[in-house]
């Protein structure tokens, strides 16, 4: 139940954040359960990921250099970190040995937990966390490219957006060391997907053989082109 409500807690910061530097409500997921904007009107829907325990997207504001990414990959953490310490003094000053306390001091233990887990800069399934991904969307404008690219498209994608009607110049195809990077190895396989939605299939299948030889790809992706 900890583990459940500091999942909430951390991807309402992704939202508060992503909201207040500009960024555009898509879906909001806990486990499988999906709310997402569709058509003005907020749906659920059943949607897992595996080795995410959720995941808040959203909409970045049109391509700049200068995009703002750091406080909406770190939006979750500093609401885990705000809340742990609000229920550290909850716990203190509460009566021991109940349920209620037992909870609190979970809710403690889970919230900074988590702050550690996706603050400091990891790669766990080949998934980069929230620490890394600001990481490096700080060092690599080509990172940055393609971070604001995957949630721009995606939220073209949930307006009923076909991609082969977006301009191809976007997928980029990676090389040389962009191809150890998953968060810019999924441009790549976002071209595949460009050219099989315009029946390009041979140039669909020239970019997959290429993809499937990248370093860097996710194993999602991977099974995908395969």
Not at 46 to 59: A, D, E
Not at 98 to 125: E, K, S, Y
Request: net charge neutral.
């Amino acid at each position: 139940l900890a583990y459940f409500i500091q999942a909430i807690i951390h991807e309402l910061g992704h939202l508060v954040f992503g909201l207040l530097t500009g960024y555009k409500f898509i879906s909001f997921r806990i486990g499988s359960v999906m709310f997402i904007k569709e058509n003005e009107k907020l749906r659920i829907k059943l949607y897992n990921v595996v080795g995410t325990g959720g995941q808040c997207l959203m909409m970045p504001p049109p391509w700049n250099e200068n995009l703002k990414s750091a406080l909406y990959n770190f939006g979750g953490c500093i609401f885990n970190f705000v809340s742990a310490i609000i229920f550290l003094a909850l716990f203190v000053f509460m009566e021991k040995g109940g349920f209620l306390a037992v909870l609190t001091g979970m809710l403690v233990a889970v919230g900074f937990g988590n702050v550690l887990l996706n603050g400091i800069p990891l790669q766990v399934g080949g998934i980069s966390n929230d620490g890394r991904n600001a990481l490096l969307l700080g060092k690599n404008p080509v990172a940055l490219r393609a971070f604001w690219l995957q949630l721009y498209v995606n939220g073209l994608i949930s307006k009923g957006e076909r991609m082969r009607n977006m301009p191809e110049e976007w997928f980029f195809m990676p090389s040389g060391e962009d191809l150890l990077d998953p968060l810019i190895c999924t441009v790549g396989v976002m071209k595949y997907n460009y050219y099989f939605d315009n029946h390009e299939f041979d140039k669909a299948e020239t970019v997959a053989n290429y993809m499937l030889h990248a370093p860097g790809i996710l194993g999602l992706h991977k099974n995908e082109l395969s």
